[in-house]
């Protein structure tokens, strides 16, 4: 979903409310995240307040195909760090996934 990217690049935390469902889940590998991080967040203002201290590696964003829907890939410098999945529904982002990419520079199958 290019807004809410768009949004979260520029750490403008009152339209990621507009674009996430009150109920959103944000799920991430632990090693994506500083130390004590929680691997599941859930809520609108929380996804939201956390997504706007990302907004460095969001800015390395670039979208791939994949079986058929958009996956963004999160690659500073060129580097393959993680993929992300937005999930939505009515036009509200549902379900945000993180996963780490491999050392190999695979990534793992999405849970999801």
Known sequence: MGAFLTAARTGDT?????LLAPDCVRDADA????????TTVTGAAGIAAET??????IAAVCTLGAAGRPLYVIAPGGHPLA?????TA???????TLRSARADGRFAEARG
């Open 31 to 38: 090693a994506l995240l500083p130390p004590g991080g929680r």
């Open 52 to 57: 706007a201290h990302f907004r460095d590696r």
């Open 14 to 18: 009152r339209r990621m409310l507009q």
């Open 90 to 96: 009515g036009g509200r982002v549902t379900r945000i």
């Open 83 to 87: 993929t992300l999945e937005i999930g």
